[in-house]
């Protein structure tokens, strides 16, 4: 016999699982038996933080104790995640008796099951097992993960999730936040709903070489093209996104920053469920944190900033369709983000003064932020706007107004 392991998925929703040991390798394990749905049982006198946070949560029961043979009791499968090898003999020897699998992190000639090496893509888990060596395991599984990575087409779609609007034609949408600019920075699960699209519309603010690897058979549509005033062209955008579902397409609304964050992507999710069409929300890494960090500014820092305010400054503070309490902002401490705000940065900075804050106040403006055309200009409050001007910024640009501006310039230099 070869006694070459033989594969399986457990499905441990619901079912007992203990786990012996409150150390780094439970950390790693316990995560993805919650995330299977089982019922977990911790055993051990002293936690990791992660693993206390996940009992405080309730997210499993905590034993703080030395393991006894009877918490098997019920038991599917237990991991043994302890480095003392007499202890760890004791449990595999009580789950021996009650026929119950054992991994053992400690001696894996002694266990009678193996954790594999993992890579996950949404509805797709690929497990390696190296014939006993973790490594060589782990380095088939990158190889694999890296195919996966550049797979083009429908392998790695998600099925409709159960209690999601039913779709006549079969489609459905995606609302996907691309990021600040630099295409890296979209998350791993929007680039992949990216690659699997039949239908993709974009946004001007949308990173291009996210466009660039689109496959050559997707419909590509400008959203920034589309014709009409603003509103006129949202319900253009939403019957695209309905029209195409409903034929049955796969359909991704890549969105510059996150989805929701000034994106609209609110009335596209109520446009999309008023048509029956199931719509998933991928969220975007957002400007108004991302570009403060990428010139060297924190939105908080300790002992300087313990709030940040996001704002949209289309609007100018004197206009009746503005929905900012301008006043209310200017009394702040912490740390103000506007974004949309160039065109009416004189206004805004005005306002902020005459409502009490310094005119010595730090500010920047950061100019497409994670691009390779990046620029920054720093300032103050009673100033930005008259040196936006001089230095000739564009949108998109966002502006920081706060003491956070100057935080880490003292401290390691400009």
């Known amino acids: 016999m070869s006694g070459n392991p033989y ?3 457990l499905r441990l929703a619901g079912r007992r699982v ?3 040991g409150g150390g780094t390798v439970a950390t790693r394990r316990v995560p993805a038996l919650l995330d299977a749905g089982a019922h977990v049982l911790l055993v051990a006198p002293e936690l990791t933080p992660a693993l206390r946070a996940h009992a405080d949560a309730g997210r ?6 030395r393991f006894a043979p009877d918490d098997l009791d019920g038991a599917w499968l237990v991991q043994v995640a302890v480095d003392d090898p007499l202890a760890a003999a004791s449990v595999s ?3 021996a008796e009650r026929r119950i ?7 894996r000639a002694a266990a009678t099951a193996w954790t594999p090496a993992v890579t996950r893509h949404g509805p797709v888990t690929v497990a390696v097992l190296g014939g006993g060596d973790p490594r060589r395991a782990m ?3 990158d190889a694999i993960r890296a195919l996966l990575d550049v797979r083009k087409g429908t392998l790695l779609t998600p099925v409709v999730e159960e209690g999601s609007l039913p779709c006549t034609g079969g489609g459905r949408v995606a609302l996907v936040g691309a990021g600040p600019g630099d295409p890296e920075l979209i998350t791993v699960k929007g680039w992949r709903l990216l690659t699997e699209a039949d239908v993709v519309v974009a946004d001007r603010l949308v990173p291009g070489l996210l466009l660039d690897e689109l496959r050559a058979d997707v419909e590509l549509v400008d959203a920034s093209k589309i014709p009409y005033g603003p509103s006129r062209a949202q319900e253009e955008i939403n019957r695209i996104l309905v029209d195409r579902a409903l034929a049955g397409k796969f359909v991704v609304r890549l969105k510059g920053g996150d989805p929701y964050v000034f994106g609209r992507g609110g009335e596209e999710l109520l446009a999309c469920a008023a048509a029956g069409v199931p719509v998933t929300v991928v969220p975007g890494v957002t400007s108004s944190i991302a570009a403060p960090a990428a010139a060297g500014i924190p939105v908080t820092h300790r002992g300087v900033a313990h709030e940040f305010t996001v704002v949209s400054g289309h609007v100018a503070p004197d206009s009746p369709a503005s929905l900012v309490h301008w006043d209310a902002l200017a009394g702040l401490r912490g740390t103000l983000v506007v974004l949309m705000g160039l065109k009416n940065l004189a206004a805004i900075t005005a306002t902020l003064i005459a ?3 310094p005119e010595q106040t730090p500010a920047a403006v950061v100019q497409e932020a994670t ?9 103050t409050l009673g100033a930005v706007a008259a040196d936006v001007l001089a230095a000739g910024l564009r949108p998109p640009a966002v502006v920081v107004v706060g003491d956070v501006v100057d935080a880490l310039r003292t401290s390691v230099g400009d």
Not at 101 to 107: E, G
Not at 371 to 379: D, E, K
């Open 139 to 141: 380095a088939v599984r």
């Open 355 to 357: 409502h009490g804050r």
């Open 93 to 95: 020897a009580a789950a």
């Open 101 to 107: 699998f054992c991994v053992r992190a400690d001696d």
């Open 18 to 20: 203990v786990v012996v």
């Open 60 to 65: 499993l029961h905590w034993a703080p104790r």
């Open 7 to 9: 594969p399986l998925g």
């Open 371 to 379: 691009t390779g055309a990046q620029r920054v200009l720093r300032s």
